[in-house]
């Protein structure tokens, strides 16, 4: 079982990035996909989630509502997180991870977490 996150790097403030987190090892459809990061010195802060089946229902964290968007492909088992406008604030690593049967903003809940990605936005 496996979670394979991609697309990170270097944006100046005010660019964009596409960030990629393919699924593979087993059938996700019972699971929240979430995406988290961390900067140095701070905690894991929740980015966005997404539940694979029933609509996908999406949650986001307050810093990145209305400038990332996440989103999933069934057929790559791959989830996206869109972001746009970005900010120095905004530069950490990069985690996806994976709930069974959970939405949730916690990261307690996910148990299966891939390797991370650095993004970095430069002022």
């Known amino acids: 079982v496996q979670l394979q996150a991609s697309g990170g790097g270097l944006v100046q403030a005010g660019g964009s990035l596409r960030l990629s987190c393919a699924a593979s090892?087993?059938?996700?459809?019972?699971?929240?996909m979430g995406w988290f990061r961390q900067a140095p010195g701070k905690e894991r802060e929740f980015v966005a989630a997404?539940?694979?089946?029933?609509?996908?229902?999406?949650l986001y964290g307050e810093s990145v509502k209305d400038r990332f968007t996440v989103s999933r492909d069934k057929v790559e088992n791959t989830v996206h997180l869109q972001m746009n406008s970005l900010k120095p604030e905004d530069t950490a690593v990069y985690y996806c991870?994976?709930?069974?049967?959970?939405?949730?903003?916690?990261?307690?809940?996910?148990?299966?977490w891939g390797q991370g990605t650095q993004v970095t936005v430069s002022s």
């Open positions: 090892g087993r059938t996700f459809s019972r699971y929240g």
């Open positions: 991870a994976a709930a069974l049967d959970r939405l949730t903003r916690n990261a307690m809940a996910y148990d299966i």
């Open positions: 997404i539940r694979w089946t029933g609509g996908g229902i999406r």
